[in-house]
Structures are given as structure tokens and as C-alpha cells.
């Protein structure tokens, strides 16, 4: 069983941060662990994913340049920097775990509730 906590969600004005936090527990093996998110009326897209064993890190197209993803295997979690906010980056936004496979955005397994990130223009 793996519990996936995200906290850091809220309102913030266009061109603000905020860091996303996510926390893990449970015994199996994370071996990768990313952020997606969906705004309403939209499906859910994956944003940014690191791996467990080496770090390598991607990111969204929509992302990148603004937000960064980093890990702290040893307290088992997983941040989220969002620089540079854009209306169109409010979404609730979900940690997500893959114990199968060290694959990012394809075939996680284990979902957060998610924590709500608002944009005002």
C-alpha cells in the first residue's frame, strides 16, 4: 500500500509561486513519482515526474522553464516549484506513484487527493 498527502495548494495572483509538497508512505518501492493536474472541463495531464533511482526529471511543455520538480527520498517526498503562475495553470493538482515500473506519466499506480491551486489575472 502506498498514501500519497499533497499540500501547498492556493490562490495566487498571475506571475506569483507556490510549492506543491507531496508526501509518501507505505512499504512498496516508489520508483517514480510525478504531479498531474486537471482544470475543469479538461482531462487530466501529467506535468512533471522524477525517478527514484537516478533523479531524471521531466516536464510538460506547458511547464517548462517555470515549474521544478525535486525529491527528498530520505523524508519520501516530492515538491513541486511553480514559478511564473499563469491563469491557465489552476487546476487541482495530484502527486502520483509508480511502484510497477520506473516510467513517468505512463502507468501510475497510486494517486494523492489533491490540493487546489487557484490563479487570479
Known amino acids: 500500500q502506498v498514501q500519497l498527502v499533497e499540500s501547498g495548494g492556493g490562490l495566487v495572483q498571475a506571475g506569483g509561486s507556490l510549492r506543491l509538497s507531496c508526501t509518501a508512505s507505505?512499504?512498496?518501492?516508489?520508483?517514480?513519482m510525478g504531479w498531474f493536474r486537471q482544470a475543469p472541463g479538461k482531462e487530466r495531464e501529467g506535468i512533471s515526474c522524477?525517478?527514484?533511482?537516478?533523479?531524471?526529471?521531466y516536464y510538460a511543455d506547458s511547464v517548462k522553464g517555470r515549474f521544478t520538480i525535486t525529491r527528498d527520498n530520505a523524508n519520501h517526498t516530492v515538491y513541486l516549484q511553480m514559478n511564473s503562475l499563469k491563469p491557465e495553470d489552476a487546476a487541482v493538482y495530484f502527486c502520483?506513484?509508480?511502484?510497477?515500473?520506473?516510467?513517468?506519466?505512463?502507468?501510475?499506480?497510486?494517486w494523492g487527493k489533491g490540493t487546489l491551486v487557484t490563479v487570479s489575472s
Open positions: 507505505g512499504r512498496t518501492f516508489r520508483r517514480a
Open positions: 502520483a506513484a509508480n511502484t510497477i515500473a520506473t516510467l513517468c506519466f505512463y502507468g501510475m499506480n497510486h
Open positions: 522524477i525517478t527514484t533511482n537516478d533523479g531524471t526529471t
